[in-house]
């Protein structure tokens, strides 16, 4: 009997499609599960015709495989990886792969490379990104790790993976835990678009006073445009639900947001390395806000709602042209933010890191896919070094033309008493942004005063540094050079 090619742990729904999907594209694939009875009933229910066998050990997995020997992990993040990652060791040969397909840490995927290196295996931590149906139709993956293992397991995710313009949605992003952060980036982004969707919805509901089914009619219509995406287009289709008495189903439904952490790990990782991706951070927020669910409640007591404006229909119109212009720009800002933040954690980590080539696996299997994320691979195709997308044609182009109507519909939102945090952090991000000279030079003063911690000059070198004694100094100018 032919060895498997791969060997898949975790029989989930997303582990499940993934060995389906493996499957229908040529691949045996042997498989295993900490409870055999789910092995067994996946064997018995969905894999008739389908080269996949079951395993009932993991001793018996491992001996099912063809050399290089290639098994992928796809069970929850955290302690039960590490676990199952000592568990093969001594059943695996040098040269033999473990490829961490779940949701992990990038640190976590950093030091399990450095671990099995030192055991003589390979270690190959994989974003994989789609959902249930990407998995089974085609995701878009993500992998990093000990870049020795990539010609073993190309073949085999290359297949698989979501394809756009005939390329497949996945190649080699770069050493330790960089497929990981890629997917970790990836998810912040998808945060961001996701509260960016839920605040247009929220204007219009409540703003403009329109009718679901009016809204859902809006949703399709920017699907059609630049805004087209993966994103718009279920929000269109999950507002023609109804319930069963008949109404939108969305309105039954409780307004406090869960979360699984990828999104507050981006937060976490643009405090340490410095990068301002506050459009992200402030949709991790949201929902942390929208847990209040009971506060909310009682504090929309002590401060009600003011009386919402009366718009014309007319005036409504061009304030959904308004929604749409800002909705645009300020998902300009989330991806510029998200690749200010690869390119960071790139030098920090020393990650040679494709730009162009990430934005190509986002293009197709992915939840943030959309129509610009070609523009965002042009724009580094024809500039590998761009310091900001903001600093390309298109996107400049972009960001000018809705910048008016980005500022009216925020502006609307404030007068409502209506919270946007996403797309108002957007628009801070870009006035700072574009800003050649911000107040930073009040917070150096205060820091010099009550700590001593110095300052720049705009008339001395950059990296020159001077204190004032400020409170000795009977308000004259006593600084110099100082050595830090």
Same mark, same amino acid.
């Given at each position: %009997?032919?060895?498997?090619?791969?060997?898949?742990?975790?029989?989930?729904? %997303?582990?499940?499609?993934?060995?389906?999907?493996?499957?229908?594209?040529? &691949?045996?694939?042997?498989?295993?599960?900490?409870?055999?009875?789910?092995?067994?009933? &996946?064997?018995?229910?969905?894999?008739?015709?389908?080269?996949?066998?079951?395993?009932?050990?993991?001793?018996?997995?491992?001996?099912?495989?063809?050399?290089?020997?290639?098994?992928?992990?796809?069970?929850?993040?955290?302690?039960?990886?590490?676990?199952?990652?000592?568990?093969?060791?001594?059943?695996?040969?040098?040269?033999?792969?473990?490829?961490?397909?779940?949701?992990?840490?990038?640190?976590?995927?950093?030091?399990?490379?450095?671990?099995?290196?030192?055991?003589?295996?390979?270690?190959? @931590?994989?974003?994989?990104?789609?959902?249930?149906?990407?998995?089974?139709?085609?995701?878009?993956?993500?992998?990093?790790?000990?870049? !020795?293992?990539?010609?073993?397991?190309?073949?085999?995710?290359?297949?698989?993976?979501?394809?756009?313009?005939?390329?497949?949605?996945?190649?080699?992003?770069?050493?330790?835990?960089?497929?990981?952060?890629?997917?970790?980036?990836?998810?912040?982004?998808?945060?961001?678009?996701?509260?960016?969707?839920?605040?247009?919805?929220?204007?219009?509901?409540?703003?403009?006073?329109?009718?679901?089914?009016?809204?859902? +009619?809006?949703?399709?219509?920017?699907?059609?445009?630049?805004?087209?995406?993966?994103?718009?287009?279920?929000?269109?289709?999950?507002?023609?639900?109804?319930?069963?008495?008949?109404?939108?189903?969305?309105?039954?439904?409780?307004? +406090?947001?869960?979360?699984?952490?990828?999104?507050?790990?981006?937060?976490?990782?643009?405090?340490?390395?410095?990068?301002?991706?506050?459009?992200? !951070?402030?949709?991790?927020?949201?929902?942390?806000?929208?847990?209040?669910?009971?506060?909310?409640?009682?504090?929309?007591?002590?401060?009600?709602? @003011?009386?919402?404006? !009366?718009?014309?229909?007319?005036?409504?119109?061009?304030?959904?042209?308004?929604?749409?212009?800002?909705?645009?720009?300020?998902?300009?800002?989330?991806?510029?933010?998200?690749?200010?933040?690869?390119?960071?954690?790139?030098?920090?980590?020393?990650?040679?890191?494709?730009?162009?080539?990430?934005?190509?696996?986002?293009?197709?299997?992915?939840?943030?896919?959309?129509?610009?994320?070609?523009?965002?691979?042009?724009?580094?195709?024809?500039?590998?070094?761009?310091?900001?997308?903001?600093?390309?044609?298109? &996107?400049?182009?972009?960001?000018?033309?809705?910048?008016?109507?980005?500022?009216?519909?925020?502006?609307?939102?404030?007068?409502?008493?209506?919270?946007?945090?996403? %797309?108002?952090?957007?628009?801070?991000?870009?006035? @700072?942004?574009?800003?050649?000279?911000?107040? +930073?030079?009040?917070?150096?003063?205060?820091?010099?005063?009550?700590?001593?911690?110095?300052?720049?000059?705009?008339?001395?070198?950059?990296?020159?540094?001077?204190?004032?004694?400020?409170?000795?100094?009977?308000?004259?100018?006593?600084?110099?050079?100082?050595?830090?």
């Amino acid at each position: %009997m032919a060895q498997a090619d791969i060997g898949v742990i975790g029989l989930a729904v %997303m582990g499940q499609n993934l060995v389906l999907n493996m499957a229908d594209h040529g &691949f045996k694939v042997a498989v295993y599960n900490r409870s055999y009875e789910k092995t067994d009933a &996946f064997i018995r229910q969905r894999v008739a015709g389908r080269s996949i066998v079951g395993a009932q050990t993991l001793s018996e997995l491992v001996d099912q495989l063809a050399t290089p020997r290639k098994v992928m992990l796809m069970v929850k993040a955290g302690a039960v990886v590490d676990q199952l990652i000592e568990d093969l060791i001594p059943l695996l040969s040098e040269g033999d792969i473990i490829i961490d397909g779940g949701n992990s840490l990038y640190t976590d995927s950093t030091r399990r490379t450095q671990r099995l290196q030192a055991e003589g295996l390979h270690f190959i @931590g994989t974003g994989v990104s789609g959902g249930e149906e990407g998995a089974r139709t085609g995701p878009s993956i993500m992998p990093g790790g000990d870049k !020795t293992a990539w010609p073993a397991v190309k073949p085999i995710f290359q297949a698989i993976a979501a394809q756009s313009d005939d390329q497949p949605c996945c190649d080699w992003v770069g050493p330790e835990g960089a497929g990981h952060y890629v997917k970790m980036v990836h998810n912040g982004i998808e945060y961001g678009d996701m509260q960016l969707i839920a605040e247009a919805y929220h204007l219009m509901r409540q703003g403009l006073g329109l009718s679901v089914e009016a809204i859902q +009619a809006v949703f399709a219509e920017w699907n059609q445009g630049v805004l087209d995406s993966y994103l718009i287009e279920i929000t269109a289709d999950l507002l023609t639900f109804k319930d069963q008495d008949g109404e939108p189903l969305v309105d039954k439904i409780l307004d +406090a947001a869960g979360q699984k952490g990828t999104g507050k790990w981006t937060g976490i990782s643009s405090l340490e390395l410095g990068v301002p991706v506050t459009l992200i !951070t402030e949709s991790v927020y949201a929902r942390c806000l929208s847990a209040l669910k009971t506060e909310r409640e009682q504090a929309a007591d002590r401060y009600p709602a @003011g009386e919402a404006s !009366t718009l014309s229909e007319l005036d409504t119109q061009a304030m959904i042209d308004a929604l749409h212009d800002a909705l645009y720009a300020s998902k300009i800002m989330s991806y510029a933010q998200g690749y200010m933040l690869m390119r960071e954690a790139a030098n920090e980590f020393d990650w040679d890191l494709n730009y162009g080539g990430i934005a190509l696996m986002w293009r197709g299997g992915c939840i943030i896919r959309s129509r610009f994320l070609e523009n965002i691979k042009q724009a580094y195709d024809q500039n590998p070094t761009l310091s900001n997308l903001l600093h390309d044609q298109f &996107f400049e182009d972009a960001v000018k033309q809705a910048e008016r109507h980005w500022r009216k519909a925020v502006a609307f939102a404030v007068t409502e008493g209506l919270p946007v945090p996403a %797309m108002s952090s957007a628009l801070a991000f870009f006035d @700072g942004y574009r800003c050649a000279r911000l107040p +930073a030079n009040i917070l150096q003063a205060q820091r010099d005063y009550f700590g001593a911690h110095t300052y720049e000059r705009v008339d001395a070198p950059r990296g020159e540094r001077f204190h004032t004694d400020w409170i000795h100094s009977g308000g004259h100018a006593q600084s110099g050079s100082y050595e830090v």
